[in-house]
């Protein structure tokens, strides 16, 4: 029967069978996408949508509720879907409210009300907003289905999270769940926790089906989909929901090096600003390329292209495979291929002769250094050539001084002696009993600059006193340095070459601001080297350097990492089972403890016992977020991730360990979390990733 102009301008509903509910400008990006799985035949149960802006009192309505609660005897679903929702670019994961168990026109009534309230946000005016009715499932078990793994950005993995009954206590992050890592066509990996037999929620059967539905899902909607899922107390398959994927972590390009601070951060163990790793990075880099190319454990060809040590966020990181702290990539390969075996027997004639010239040499640069020390006049006291001058050698001398210091490492390990720290401990006893500040303390006794590391824009400050004045370069020939073995006090004179590189580059800081040339002293480090070389030549500085900032604290580098479009990604090295930590939300992070209720500090690591979605408007400006419960895969898990926001959930007894406050160390892909109590010392508190060593090769420290 034709229906009339004013039927035909009635409100009315939209049954998800029907051609229009995919047309995501009425009736939300939710319901849309499963009007189109339903259309493709995946199994969706059935329901209906009510349009943006129809009155759910409007007698469309009524009749819509009636057919598919049979007269309200039979329960139902009430949801949001919107189109600002379960977008590519964004998931909303649980901003929106659901009604579930809804019985009855009234309370349908309010239900949908519900759901229309809560997009209006803060107070502001309501979102476009449909409304999805469902019936509802009994569920024997439920959860959520990654199509890829957003925690390792993998494609060819397939991650589910699973709980008895239906999902909404595992999205809801009221229930952990079961974590299943299967292949592409099902086949089980792990489980995470381990299940027992007579345990399991999801059997082999039930995954092979759940990874058939993401195939079909995959290619229906032109890639991976987060997908909510039940099996009903039949065992029959329904997909409740199916969203892109919005944030996968970042997988690194095949063959990318694998870097890590370990050999380096004894010497440069802080966040390095642009004109202190050209000062101190380059030359380690070079010295370490050397002392690589005389023991012949790597190609020339890649010694050329690829730098030892570098920098990652301002850190100084070294490449781990060319120092030999970690295995060959290929170990097979690296045993049948004779060119390094050959490589090292050439080299072992002058390896055999430098082992016993080594001690000799290192002596000479020792006298060197010790001599250009003792001489070097004040900073205060030098022109501009001379200042110059001077930092050119320290630049230089570096270089010889890594290559030496690496070199004694192998060919000298067994050499006795004292180490610089355990010599600037005593000495450092000696002067502060003697009543002196730390000026004149490192003058007399500059062993002590062993303790802290170097800074271009501030003296050093040595523990338990303010610093003095600035007092000219160390003086040569300190306490305990005549006790100290060959490498230990090559590694002293890289200190001291450091310290004096700091006072001449804080004097021609000093000089430029005098003159109007620099805006302030401390942005003298933002300068790179040939900035600053054409600065005390008179040339005029970079026309940017007002836009440049300075670099601020960081969360310390990864033991371990690849680089993936400049980006951190720790290698995985956690021992699965050891632990219930488990990042969610790739990245590392530094802050304070915050429970969500108390004044926000500026740095703020959100410590809670769930993973309530309610939490969800807190997650922007946060540093990280800490969770006992909580599944990977939760709402507030994803938005972590779309927030590029570092979290770990399963940490026990988050909340009493990290109180209102605790200074907290987190890596949201190992799950390693830890505190340092307010002190710098940190102290591991949760299960995550296991450190890794390495033997002791050229350059390590």
Do not use: C
């Amino acid at each position: 029967m034709r229906m009339t102009a004013i039927e035909e301008r009635a409100p009315r509903t939209v049954p998800l069978d029907h051609p229009d509910a995919q047309r995501n400008g009425a009736v939300g990006a939710k319901a849309a996408h499963l009007a189109r799985a339903a259309r493709a035949g995946l199994p969706v149960l059935p329901g209906f949508v009510i349009p943006y802006g129809t009155d759910p009192a409007a007698a469309p309505v009524e009749r819509a509720w009636r057919e598919l609660s049979a007269d309200g005897t039979r329960p139902l679903v009430v949801r949001s879907s919107s189109a600002a929702e379960d977008t590519g670019e964004s998931s909303m994961a649980g901003r929106f409210t659901s009604v579930l168990d809804v019985r009855g026109w009234a309370a349908f009534q309010d239900a949908v009300r519900t759901v229309l309230d809560s997009a209006r946000g803060a107070g502001g005016p309501p979102a476009p907003m449909a409304v999805l009715v469902q019936v509802m499932l009994p569920a024997h078990s439920g959860g959520v289905l990654f199509g890829a793994d957003p925690i390792q950005g993998r494609e060819d993995r397939m991650l589910v999270s699973a709980v008895r009954g239906g999902p909404d206590a595992l999205v809801g992050g009221e229930a952990p769940g079961t974590n299943y890592h299967v292949t592409r066509s099902g086949r089980l990996l792990r489980t995470e926790p381990p299940e027992r037999a007579g345990d399991r929620v999801l059997g082999r059967a039930e995954l092979h089906r759940l990874a058939r539905l993401a195939r079909r899902a995959r290619q229906l909607f032109d890639g991976p989909q987060d997908i909510e899922f039940a099996f009903d107390r039949d065992g029959r398959l329904w997909l409740l929901q199916s969203r892109p994927i919005t944030a996968m972590a970042l997988r690194p390009p095949r063959g990318a090096r694998l870097l890590g601070p370990g050999p380096v951060a004894e010497t440069l163990p802080d966040v390095l600003q642009p004109l202190e790793e050209d000062l101190w990075v380059t030359p380690m880099s070079r010295g370490l390329t050397a002392a690589l190319d005389i023991g012949a454990t790597v190609p020339r060809r890649r010694l050329r292209t690829t730098p030892v040590v570098t920098t990652v966020e301002g850190r100084a990181a070294a490449d781990l495979e060319l120092l030999g702290t970690v295995p060959p990539r290929f170990r097979l390969l690296a045993l049948l291929n004779p060119v390094p075996g050959a490589r090292r027997l050439s080299a072992a004639w002058r390896v055999g002769r430098l082992r016993s010239a080594l001690p000799g040499l290192a002596v000479d640069l020792l006298a060197e250094v010790d001599r250009t020390l003792a001489q070097a006049p004040r900073p205060d006291r030098l022109d501009r050539a001379e200042l110059l001058a001077l930092l050119r050698w320290g630049r230089a001398v570096l270089v010889a001084l890594h290559a030496q210091e690496a070199l004694a490492g192998v060919l000298l390990d067994g050499e006795r002696g004292g180490t610089a720290a355990g010599e600037a401990l005593t000495a450092l006893a000696e002067g502060r009993e003697a009543g002196l500040d730390d000026s004149r303390l490192i003058a007399a006794l500059p062993v002590v600059l062993a303790l802290v590391p170097p800074s271009v824009t501030r003296p050093p400050r040595l523990p338990g006193r303010a610093p003095g004045p600035d007092s000219g370069p160390p003086a040569a020939g300190g306490s305990g340095v005549a006790a100290l073995s060959t490498r230990e006090g090559l590694r002293l004179r890289i200190r001291w070459v450091h310290e004096l590189q700091a006072r001449l580059v804080r004097e021609a800081a000093r000089r430029l601001t005098a003159r109007g040339e620099l805006p302030e002293p401390g942005r003298v480090a933002l300068l790179r080297w040939p900035e600053l070389v054409a600065a005390l030549r008179h040339r005029p500085l970079p026309a940017d350097l007002h836009r440049r900032q300075p670099r601020g604290p960081s969360a310390p580098l990864p033991d371990a990492f690849r680089l993936a479009d400049g980006q951190v990604v720790p290698e995985w090295t956690a021992r699965h089972g050891e632990g219930t930590a488990r990042g969610v939300s790739g990245g590392r992070a530094a802050g304070t403890a915050w429970d969500g209720t108390e004044p926000r500090p500026p740095d703020p690591v959100l410590v809670v016992r769930n993973l309530d979605p309610a939490l969800a408007p807190l997650l922007p400006g946060l540093t990280g977020l800490v969770a006992q419960n909580g599944s990977p895969l939760s709402h507030l898990a994803v938005l972590a991730r779309e927030y590029r926001l570092p979290a770990v959930v399963g940490v026990d007894d988050a909340v009493r360990r990290f109180p209102p406050g605790t200074r907290v160390l987190l890596d949201g892909t190992t799950g390693e979390t830890t505190s340092d109590g307010g002190t710098g010392a940190a102290v591991p508190l949760a299960g995550g990733a296991r450190r890794r060593t390495g033997r002791r090769r050229a350059g390590t420290r």
